[in-house]
């Protein structure tokens, strides 16, 4: 089903604006971009003056290139690779675009030297799935899009065994360019299992709010969603059982917060690839993008 709402701009426009931008901040030139009157610029989760931050620093992009347009409220997101001096690093990046002009922009660059994280190792390569068109009879509606996106929320959030979404059954999930499921090769031993395995059996019940969920680009023709929302964990569970009576404990006793993008493919109502990147932040940090 297509949305019915005339739309702002081609898919190719668009991926123009973002390619634009993209050129601009590799050449380390913001004066390069069409900015709209009125911007706002955020960069792991901070407004920030444009030309600070990643302009800065910024050694050059990957070869990694997924994106994806809303053609209808005139957003466009990007996730891909940022070489800075020390580290090769994951990057999302969504741009509001106004008449062919920039006035939005929320980046997250996942510098592990600065947050303690380790994920490796990162494989960032193209996922055929994500780029796929759908056709008109399975395009969902994007209110019934957010809607399933929104039950994999609310199936993390005090995950105690209990679905509010559906997985496919080759479901897979990527974090910071490492997948998370069915890779008995990471860290954790819960990554072995299945999306639905992990969420069956309650291995996230640490996992307290997923708080300010967002959802402010929905590509139809694709069925995917992209998200912001933050993971707070209070740090006051500690040992705990799985729904099959394994013992656990959780992994983070102190108070914390997760700030994410989340990319969702959804085809037969189903949840089929998953995209995120995350940083840690201050314990239940705003978003500047809940501001009016």
């Known amino acids: 089903m297509r949305n019915a709402l005339p739309p702002q701009h081609t898919r190719e426009q668009l991926y123009e604006v973002l390619d634009e931008y993209l050129a601009a901040l590799v050449a380390r030139d913001h004066t390069r971009v069409r900015w709209a009157p009125f911007v706002r610029n955020t960069e792991n989760n901070v407004e920030l003056m444009i030309g600070d931050g990643l302009w800065g620093t910024i050694a050059g992009l990957g070869s990694y290139d997924l994106r994806f347009a809303d053609v209808t409220t005139g957003q466009v997101g990007y996730f891909g690779v940022v070489d800075e001096t020390h580290e090769h690093c994951a990057f999302s990046l969504r ?170 493919k959804i085809k037969n109502q189903m949840l089929e690839q998953i995209e995120a990147n995350f940083i840690t932040v201050p314990y239940h940090m705003p978003s500047p993008w809940d501001k009016p």
């Open 95 to 264: 741009l509001g675009v106004v008449n062919g002009a920039i006035a939005e922009v929320e980046t997250l660059v996942v510098r592990q030297l600065d947050a303690g994280l380790k994920f490796e190792p990162q494989v960032f390569e193209h996922k055929p799935v994500l780029n796929e068109m759908l056709p008109p009879e399975q395009q969902l509606p994007r209110e019934r899009l957010i809607s399933i996106a929104d039950g994999y929320f609310d199936t993390l959030q005090l995950n105690d065994g209990q679905l509010f979404t559906r997985f496919h059954p080759d479901c897979k999930r990527v974090e910071n360019g490492v997948q998370t499921n069915s890779n008995p090769d990471f860290i954790t031993p819960v990554a072995a299992l299945s999306c639905e395995q992990q969420f069956l059996l309650g291995n996230f019940r640490y996992d307290d709010r997923l708080r300010g969920r967002r959802y402010p680009l929905v590509d139809v023709e694709r069925g995917l969603v992209l998200a912001g929302v933050f993971i707070d964990h209070s740090g006051r569970l500690g040992d705990y059982e799985l729904t099959d009576g394994t013992k656990a404990t959780a992994p983070i006793r102190r108070p914390h917060t997760f700030y994410m993008l989340e990319l969702f």
